[in-house]
């Protein structure tokens, strides 16, 4: 067959198509993509957002750090020395005289002549040594494996003490006990979203399956339950908890009341989902097919958005753990014994404490970068798992 030629003699032959520049996001024509399950779309989209990863391993880490807390901490959360009350915060020295030798300096007491106040400096003259993989108190790794072995302390344990964030107004480690809070304040946040999690996919999706009277009751009451100010909401429910209870009992029930107010939220994105697909056409023949409302809500309509309500549960923990803190800082939450961020902040009410040991609020700063963390890991996580999102 022959071409057709321009009157020019130039052949009309369409020009080849140029290669279009590679990105880093795969290309949705591609095969991979085309056949890439949605967990592994949305594993792409998140990779693309380098602060929302530089965050989830933030988050991870701090997540670590509850789980080893005992072993991670120099001391136990209820250690104490009466001898060093507010002591200051210790610097690690890693030479002594040019050789290896790593240590922190001791204390020595001094008296304002003015006031006659006792005050604690740091002594250059008198070196305390410190050590990795020490042995001291013993504790129960897991909650049930018997071990004595700490990742830093002095190798001494009978000795100086070491205070590398300094000591509170009864001669405790705010380094060890801001670590043991940890494990409280970080699964408070998540024991707590997977209660919400629990009452708010069922009600919600209840309330957008079946509509109508149904719908309304569940939603009266989530405006109720919204009208009321959180804190006060919490401040009654946690004032009927009994004063006898134990330090777990309290745990517990500061839990369930976090997660008897948290779960509206979630509840109205489960509706407004359940609301979007309840009339597609897999739901219809799941339907037809004879299947029942639990299986046709669980089973076809809720793993359709499983990664919106993960993304979303990222977000909450953040509220919940700032709920534990506030709760516990106005002494309506967990008390002491009891370890938690918000307990180790209510020194922080005392001005005549803050003005003279400062870093009494430094367990504040767990807190700002464990909600940022965590905000910008749910950010990264939610924009990831929106199929619309470009």
Not at 171 to 187: N, Q, Y
Not at 369 to 378: E, P, Q
Request: charged residues 15%; negative net charge; glycine residues 10%.
């Amino acid at each position: 067959m022959t071409q057709p030629f321009s009157p020019g003699g130039e052949s009309k032959l369409p020009a080849p198509a140029t290669t279009a520049p590679e990105t880093d996001r795969p290309d949705t024509d591609t095969p991979d993509v085309a056949l890439a399950s949605q967990w592994k779309l949305i594993w792409w989209g998140f990779k693309r957002h380098k602060l929302a990863m530089f965050c989830g391993g933030i988050t991870l880490l701090i997540y670590l750090v509850a789980v080893f807390a005992p072993f991670l901490a120099p001391y136990s959360g209820t250690y104490h020395n009466s001898d060093y009350t507010y002591a200051p915060p210790q610097t690690v020295q890693l030479f002594d005289e040019g050789s290896f030798s790593p240590h922190v300096h001791g204390y020595s007491l001094e008296q304002d002549p003015d006031t006659l106040a006792l005050t604690f400096e740091l002594d250059e003259e008198q070196h305390v040594p410190i050590g990795m993989f020490v042995q001291g108190e013993e504790y129960e790794l897991f909650g049930f494996i018997p071990w004595d072995r700490h990742l830093i302390g002095p190798v001494d344990a009978d000795g100086p003490p070491m205070y590398l964030m300094g000591a509170d107004a009864n001669g405790r480690d705010v380094l060890s006990r801001i670590i043991h809070g940890t494990t409280i304040s970080m699964s408070i946040g998540l024991v707590g979203v997977l209660l919400s999690l629990g009452l708010g996919v069922v009600l919600g999706g209840i309330s957008g399956y079946f509509g109508g009277r149904i719908d309304n009751a569940i939603q009266r009451l989530i405006e109720l339950i919204m009208s009321i100010p959180t804190i006060p909401l919490w401040m009654a429910l946690f004032a009927a908890v009994p004063d006898s209870w134990s330090p777990v009992q309290r745990y517990f029930a500061l839990t369930v009341v976090i997660s008897l107010v948290g779960w509206v939220g979630m509840a109205r994105e489960v509706r407004g989902k359940f609301f979007a697909v309840r009339n597609e056409d897999y739901v219809t023949a799941a339907i037809a097919d004879g299947a029942g409302g639990g299986r046709v809500m669980f089973r076809h309509m809720l793993p359709s958005f499983t990664s919106h309500i993960i993304a979303n549960l990222s977000l909450s923990i953040p509220t919940i753990i700032l709920a534990e803190t506030a709760l516990s800082f106005i002494g309506l939450g967990l008390q002491p014994p009891t370890v938690s961020w918000g307990v180790l902040l209510q020194e922080a009410q005392n001005i005549r404490a803050v003005s003279t040991a400062p870093w009494i609020l430094i367990p504040g700063i767990p807190v700002v970068v464990t909600v940022l963390a965590m905000n910008f890991f749910g950010d990264g996580l939610r924009d990831a798992a929106d199929p619309y999102k470009n």
